[in-house]
């Protein structure tokens, strides 16, 4: 499975970005997608989550900013991100995992910046 990830760019604090992350084929809806953040020198973190049959999970850091959702028709997951701060600067990765192997899309830079 490839993921493919769009959508990083530049924006000011208080801005909106939306990420995006297709598949290149089908993942079902019982296998969960996510985004995780990276910055240099730190861990991969989870930023949100959606698995099927359960609420979405995010991070505290994120929650009520980030929205999370997945389209399973269109094998994509996409975040939208409002209210972005200078701490989301970060690399951001699509993730599913499938059959207990771990897929990661390319990352994708998102810098909060004025």
């Known amino acids: 499975v490839q993921l493919q990830a769009s959508g990083g760019g530049f924006v000011q604090p208080g801005g909106s970005l939306t990420l995006s992350c297709r598949a290149s084929?089908?993942?079902?809806?019982?296998?969960?997608m996510a985004w995780y953040r990276q910055t240099p020198g730190n861990a991969r973190d989870l930023v949100a989550r959606?698995?099927?049959?359960?609420?979405?999970d995010y991070a505290d850091s994120v929650r009520g900013r980030f929205t999370i959702w997945r389209d399973n028709a269109k094998n994509t997951v996409t975040l939208q991100m409002n209210s972005l701060k200078t701490e989301d600067t970060a690399v951001y990765y699509c993730?599913?995992?499938?059959?207990?192997?771990?897929?990661w899309g390319q990352g994708t830079q998102v810098t909060v910046s004025s």
């Open positions: 084929r089908t993942i079902f809806s019982g296998n969960p």
């Open positions: 959606i698995r099927s049959g359960r609420d979405p």
């Open positions: 993730f599913t995992k499938i059959d207990g192997c771990n897929y």
